[in-house]
């Protein structure tokens, strides 16, 4: 992990250093990006298939520690410091209350877990390469205030905008 930056530079006078005038450097620590962020899948596995060999995400990390809990996350193509964790909330290592997991596991079921938008350069034609390696849609892609979109779903729960942006 890259060290923080430190981005705002401020500097004081103060005139109790002695007798003299004496410049103070301050700094301040800021967020400066999102690196991970978390999808709930119905099953890791079947989330792995379809972010790595269908929309071509690299895998990050995949490591079972001892208690049995999956730590699998992948990376956008051209976001390589994104790290998409898929884990299930279905299981007591993410929720021991069992009402929660039957809260997430009624949501995953129905598809309700709308997750982010996925930039493509043309989205119609993203829309045909993934149509034919089985990804399903929600409709044909639709011009749009913004852009060009079609919604798809990842099998696992989730459903994305993949948008094209508009031209300005």
């Excluded at 051209?78 to 949501?107: C, G």
Aim: proline content about 5%; glycine content about 8%.
């Amino acid at each position: 992990m890259a060290s923080p930056k430190f981005e705002k530079k401020q500097f004081s006078r103060n005139s109790s250093v002695g007798k003299g005038l004496a410049l103070i450097y301050k700094f301040t620590l800021m967020v400066t990006k999102l690196s991970h962020a978390t999808l709930y899948v119905t099953d890791q596995n079947k989330a792995l298939d379809f972010y790595s060999k269908t929309l071509g995400f690299k895998v990050h990390t995949d490591a079972t520690m001892e208690s049995g809990f999956r730590w699998l996350a992948v990376t956008p193509p051209d976001q390589p410091d994104l790290h998409i964790t898929l884990l299930s909330p279905l299981n007591e290592f993410m929720y021991k209350d069992e009402d929660v997991r039957a809260a997430f596991k009624l949501l995953l079921d129905k598809g309700a877990l709308g997750a982010g938008v996925f930039y493509t350069p043309d989205c119609r034609a993203t829309y045909e390469e993934l149509k034919a390696k089985g990804v399903v849609f929600r409709g044909e892609p639709k011009e749009q205030f913004y852009g060009i979109e079609a919604i798809l779903t990842d099998g696992c729960g989730n459903w994305f905008s993949m948008t094209q942006p508009k031209q300005i």
